[in-house]
């Protein structure tokens, strides 16, 4: 069962860590890294016929070995392609599964294990 309402194209708009971060050497710190690297970018299209593809940028993290602090750092723009299921209000594709909030696919982690604790798709107009 794939909603009519689910199939489009869709941004990241949030990326959340637990610690906010200054990559952008702006005049504050955020916890959205999306907000933070201006190179980090993703689509996502899904289609009818429940495949996807996904144009994004590669998301490299390191961790400082000195001070046990993460890195983050936008490499090139990649693309893949797979397929997904729609139950209810769940998207599970390949192995990441988002709840449907209006127009959004929210995939919410557990913070205390996890690097990344929020992501948000947005459904372009």
């Known amino acids: 069962y794939r909603p009519a309402a689910?199939?489009?194209?869709?941004l990241l708009t949030v990326m959340q860590t637990d610690n906010p971060s200054n990559f952008n050497k702006?005049?504050?710190?955020?916890?959205?890294?999306?907000?933070?690297?201006?190179c980090l970018q993703v689509r996502l299209q899904l289609f009818e016929d429940g495949t996807l593809e996904s144009t994004y940028t590669d998301l490299q993290i390191s961790e400082d070995p000195d001070t046990?602090?993460?890195r983050f750092a936008c490499g090139k723009e990649k693309s893949s392609r797979g397929t997904y299921t729609v139950i209810g209000s769940v998207v599970k594709m390949d192995s990441a599964t988002f709840t449907i909030y209006g127009d959004q696919l929210v995939d919410a982690r557990k913070p205390d294990v996890e690097l990344i604790d929020l992501v948000v798709f947005t459904k372009m107009p």
Do not use: F, I, Q, W
């Open 6 to 10: 689910v199939h489009g194209t869709y």
């Open 68 to 70: 046990g602090e993460y």
């Open 26 to 38: 702006g005049s504050g710190t955020a916890v959205n890294l999306v907000e933070e690297m201006g």
